[in-house]
């Protein structure tokens, strides 16, 4: 029998609450005051879910709310100094800051919490009449006879293990909407289904990804520098495995301190959650950190692949932007500008398209004449050319961002996706990580503690297996089961309590919605959608 839903109609829907549907909501009705538009966010309050670094460029934000000072926005550590080091395994060789290309400086820029600026920008997107709806996923999209969409369905509550109702079942809502915005950030999951369902990405290069991880410390005083910005290349990872820190010194005495790996590397054994713990033993980074007490921890995927794999951005019915498109620069290690910036220029079209008729696709055309595109296009060349290694793809990165400014008369192009990456278990060499000191390093359950992740216990498995049989059967013989290794968070096991008969686990209740298992597992076995609402990690200062 057919579960009978309540409807609700909206101009406009939005559905994450990160920058990028935040900046969407608050142009539109500074544009059109008489839009109805609402915001769908899948964490349990608006930030729950957001992770990033952060050092925050305000370009979009002075164009959207160029008065953010005066209304008490969450920015006020200016960056004052920067350092870049090259790592050895005990040793840290500084390059010269001036040497650096413009897109790597930061002088202009702040260290931020951006879940803290997305609390303030929902703030203000409410105070304009928009309504946020937070803990509610959107789970399923409504498409029409002609195949436009015309709006999301909210998950189902109550629901078992078993697929059953329980007595608290709730039936989710059929959002309605003229408009349909998919703001979800890296990889969503409904993102990922208009691409393939639109064939958005035909003629495109493969999109590109990494794992972010950070954790924020309070340190002594005499270890912190207020407004230093800090990144490294080299050790842990050898040459040919993308990746590089970033040490951010915050106000209170805190360090904002992650690792970010491309998901593109090739050897099954590697842990990029272990990379990460290593990292903080150099003595470079150590002495930082001494004596001092980690507060936070949390991890997510990053999209990286730039220009050459941005998807097209429009549909019947609904524009992709943000992180869910990949407008993310990589050679600033920035996204939150930019996903702002094509949220405001979504605003434009979608207000064109409800009160003039103008179509959708207009969106191409305004990104492609804005900033942000050319930024992008500029940026374009860096993340492919490590495909060379370290070293020459450093000599690279310089002759194009300095000598040319970004505009080299070609592109490169990414090779493959990075499931496609990995070789197998037998030719890969194995890797033995220090065991965690519980000082400086720690194992993945107290972190997983640190992100106050929760899910109703009894609920169906979010992370789906297209094949319930493939871990067993070929992944582990074939990878020795990465997903062991390359989960931040330690959902997934082989128990091998019966040495005869491995079961493949997976722990639900731990993950942290890094969508890392959606990107990496080699055989695309693993398939990612949202948990009942407002379950997932509660980040605060993230």
């Known amino acids: 029998m057919e579960i009978q839903r309540e409807s609700m109609e909206y101009d406009v829907v939005i559905v994450g609450a990160g920058p990028a549907g935040l900046a969407t909501s608050i142009k539109l009705k500074q544009i059109n005051p008489e839009l109805n538009v609402c915001i769908l966010e899948k964490g349990s309050e608006v930030g729950a879910h957001i992770l990033s670094g952060n050092v925050f460029e305000t370009r979009a934000l002075d164009e959207l709310i160029p008065d953010w000072k005066e209304k008490g926005a969450p920015i006020k550590t200016k960056v004052k100094k920067e350092k870049f080091l090259f790592l050895g395994k005990k040793t840290s060789l500084s390059w010269p800051t001036w040497l650096l290309p413009s897109v790597q400086k930061n002088h202009k820029n702040y260290i931020i919490s951006l879940a803290n600026l997305c609390r303030w920008l929902a703030e203000q997107a409410e105070g304009l009449g928009v ?121 209170k005495n805190q360090v904002f301190i992650g690792y970010v790996i491309g998901l593109d590397y090739q050897n099954p054994y590697l842990s990029p959650y272990d990379e990460f713990q290593q990292f903080k033993t150099h003595p470079a980074i150590s002495k930082i950190l001494q004596n001092g007490k980690r507060i936070s921890y949390g991890a997510r995927a990053l999209i990286e692949g730039g220009f050459q794999s941005l998807p097209k951005m429009y549909m019947p019915g609904a524009l992709l932007i943000g992180c869910d498109a990949g407008t993310l620069n990589m050679p600033k290690i920035k996204g939150s500008h930019t996903a702002m910036k094509s949220g405001m220029i979504a605003a434009e079209v979608i207000n064109e398209n409800i009160t003039n008729k103008a179509a959708l696709s207009e969106y191409e055309i305004k990104f492609k004449n804005s900033w942000v595109y050319n930024e992008l296009y500029k940026a374009r060349n860096v993340k492919p050319s490590f495909q060379w290694s370290l070293i020459p793809a450093i000599i690279f990165t310089g002759i194009d961002q300095i000598v040319f400014r970004g505009y080299l008369p070609f592109t490169l192009k990414h090779s493959h996706f990075d499931h496609e990456s990995l070789i197998p278990a037998h030719r890969a060499k194995k890797i033995e990580y220090p065991k965690y000191d519980g000082k400086l390093t720690f194992d993945k359950t107290s972190s997983v503690y640190l992100t106050g992740t929760n899910h109703e216990s009894d609920q169906p498995v979010h992370l789906k297996l297209k094949d319930p049989d493939l871990p067993i059967k070929y992944t582990l013989n074939e990878y020795d089961e990465p997903a062991q290794r390359y989960c931040p968070a330690g959902v997934y096991e082989v128990d091998r309590t019966d040495q005869n008969n491995p079961k493949f686990v997976i722990n639900a209740q731990n993950c942290i919605h890094c969508k890392t298992c959606d990107i990496k597992e080699p055989s695309q076995n693993i398939n990612w959608v949202v948990p009942e609402g407002a379950g997932g990690p509660n980040y605060a200062n993230m």
């Open 131 to 251: 309504e946020i709806f937070p803990g509610f996923a959107a789970s399923k999209i409504i498409y029409d006879e002609d195949e436009k969409i015309i709006g999301v369905q909210t998950g189902d509550m109550g629901i078992n293990k078993e697929g059953n109702k329980k007595d608290s079942f709730e039936p989710g809502l059929n959002i309605m909407a003229k408009v349909t915005v998919f703001s979800e950030g890296c990889r969503g999951h409904l993102g990922k289904e208009v691409i393939k369902k639109y064939k958005l990405d035909n003629n495109k290069s493969p999109q590109q990804y990494g794992i972010g991880f950070k954790e924020i410390w309070e340190i002594p005083e005499d270890q912190h520098d207020e407004g230093l910005v800090m990144h490294t290349a080299g050790w842990p990872l050898d040459n040919s495995t993308y990746g590089g820190s970033f040490c951010y010194h915050a106000e």
